[in-house]
């Protein structure tokens, strides 16, 4: 779709009328079109992410490399909770700056590289500058300050024993889940009684709204009965 709202201007007004595209340029919309084939293709090796925040690490911190543990706990400390974000835990900063990987919402493997991550820069070469392609990005501060280390939702902050119970993963998650849903809603997201209980153990978000009651099966084949003009039903 992305690809035939660029090149395709009376599709893209049909169904993204919000969107003005007419002062972009002929070769920008090459480009566009370039990127969003890129990100369509199957073909991992095409942004090798690992290979790419390996090197950028390595470079990032030349003899520190090998004692990288050290260097990732001062900036955390120094850094970070110097300025106020100490929700964000050892782990998951840990983590993030040894592979990259932030969120982590179910156990398994995650190797499928997030395309949209890449970008073009001129490097230079012995042949000269050429255009590269590869991760440009940060490598030492971290996605949680965006939306992991403030909330509305007070319970989500609650320490024991000098410690936050809930991670900055599990405050990204209820932010952009209550961002998403009072843009489409227009109402307020919250915690229910409920899902306060059960967040004590997994931070487990739902909308707090009236319950609706499902038809029973035998609602549904006396509504069935009826429609059919019989008043007969049979109990399973």
């Keep these: 779709m992305f690809i035939r709202c660029v090149t395709d201007p ?23 079109e370039y990127i ?33 543990r050290g260097a990732y706990d001062w900036d955390l400390n120094m850094k970070l909770h110097e300025h106020g974000a100490v929700i964000i835990n050892a782990i998951e900063y840990n983590r993030w700056r040894e592979n990259g990987v932030a969120f982590m919402i179910r156990e398994g493997i995650y190797d499928v590289p997030n395309k949209t991550l ?15 392609r590869g991760y440009w990005g940060d490598i030492t501060t971290s996605p949680y300050i965006a ?28 932010n952009i889940t209550s961002m998403f849903h009072e843009l489409v809603t227009g109402q307020k997201y ?37 429609k059919n003009g019989s008043t007969d039903c049979e109990d399973f």
């Design 10 to 32: 009376e599709y893209q007004q049909s169904i993204l009328p919000q969107l003005n595209m007419s002062s972009i340029k002929f070769k920008e919309r090459d480009e566009l």
């Design 36 to 68: 969003f084939k890129f990100w369509q293709s199957p073909e991992p090796k095409l942004f090798p992410i690992d290979r790419y925040w390996d090197v950028k690490n390595r470079q990032y911190l030349g003899r520190r490399y090998d004692s990288r």
């Design 118 to 132: 890449a970008s073009h820069m001129s490097v230079t070469q012995r042949c000269g500058k050429v255009r590269a």
């Design 147 to 174: 939306y992991g280390i403030e909330t509305e939702e007070k319970s989500l902050l609650k320490t024991s024993n000098g410690v936050h119970t809930k991670t900055a993963q599990d405050l990204s998650k209820f």
């Design 190 to 226: 919250s915690l229910s009684a409920l899902s306060k209980d059960e967040a004590e153990g997994n931070s487990a978000c739902t909308v707090s709204a009236s319950p609706i009651t499902e038809p029973t099966i035998h609602e549904e084949e006396e509504t069935s009965a009826k």
